[in-house]
């Protein structure tokens, strides 16, 4: 009887032990999560981010801030052209490696900022035109994503390419010159160099429905429907002291396109309205399933190229402001991604696999050709059966010379030239289609591909 008694007591003890346990983690997750903006985006499935210099990163007050507050990192100037690709080929990463190695010894995602940009180009990338600077551009996108490869949660694959006022077409710049499916292009030697990465498109003047963001909402739905590679699109959200009234529409009608939406370079000028102007836009990206997280450009107002306008969350003592309660507040109070994952088409398993059957494969080809260059995209469908993979042949004219791929392994690079499928674009269903792309310097001709699936 006594030692039934004690055996009661003890399980009372240790089950009181338990439940004590529990709720001490409990209670200190949702400290964390209730009271940070990174804890909180966290438990809503999403990221709270600041863009960073490594020149600050001796400062302790804003490492303290930096450190507690974010849960995603982007450098601020690190990764743009003229800073990793200083002389042409001498590529020059360490500061961008140096962000990336603190966000990942904490946990934090790094958003990569910016692959192409017609500013912050280095001296020797504005003196190109042409095939040069299309061939210079793209081996720079290859070059830089292969090295962060698995390492990156989302590229700015190309930044600010359109213009502004309300033509809603594209911005003049020397790489738009190179021809109008420079962006494509790039998208695709992005995916090739690190098909783990989420491509962005970034923009500012997007913060609503305006001709701006209409160009750019036309570009990604023909990059969707032609299978270009894309999954996102960053509207920057450089705000004044008003936001527009469709700002949540407009980031809702690309989410139904089926990309993400990301908010990636928000600041707010100080005056009446930055702390319900930070608000609306979390509330708006917490309401839109696929808006996957928020990063604000800097951490302190001392820190933001906008300086008078002290348009961050803390002041340059670090404490934070009032904007930083509203914002902190939307967070907690907004709702979770919902459990099923967005998952974009490229990751998405077929349900059941296709066999090779006897329908083979035909491809098509659509060349762009500049004086000097080409850049082929070529189209492989799946016959009257799925295929589990492909081999294309191509013969070449004489003179012409591949430089690079994306999307398919390649033998030879003059004459004829076979390409096989990549691991993730070899399978389609009966007609359904995937596409590989190669740039090459000479003169394209008639190319007549054949196409045997494997
Ligand atoms: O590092 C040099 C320093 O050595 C030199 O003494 C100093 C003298 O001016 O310049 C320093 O470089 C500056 C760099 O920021 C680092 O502070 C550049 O001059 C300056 O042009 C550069 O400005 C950056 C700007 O992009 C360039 O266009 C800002 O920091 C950066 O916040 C801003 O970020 C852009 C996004 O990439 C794209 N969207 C708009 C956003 C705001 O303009």
Redesign the pocket.
Known sequence: MRSTKRLRAGLILAAAGAIAATFAMILSSSATAGTTLGGSAAEKGRYFGA?V?T?KFGDNTYMTVLNREFNSLVP??EM?WDATEPQQGRFNFSAGDRIVSHARSRGMSVRG??LL?H??QPGWAQGLSGGDLRNAAINHVTQTAAHFRGQIYAWDVV??AFADGGSGGRRDSNLQRTGNDWIEAAFRAARNADPGAKLCY?D?NTDGINAKSTGIYNMVRDFKSRGVPIDCVGL?S?LGTGIDSSYQANLQRFADLGVDVQIT?LDVMQGGNQANIYATVARSCLAVSRCTGITV??VRDCD???GSDNALLFDCAGNKKPAYDAVLRELNQGNPIPTTPNTSPRTTPPTTPPTIGPGGCTATVSVNQWNGGFVANVRVTAGSSAINGWRVTLALPSGATVTGAWSANRSGNTGTVQWTNVDYNGRAAAGQSTEFGFQATGTAGVLNPFCAAS
Do not use: L
């Open positions: 863009a210099g020149y601020e100037n743009k900022h910016t940009w500013a912050q930044n600010e970034n500012y920057q450089h370079e450009w800097g933001s190229w906008r």
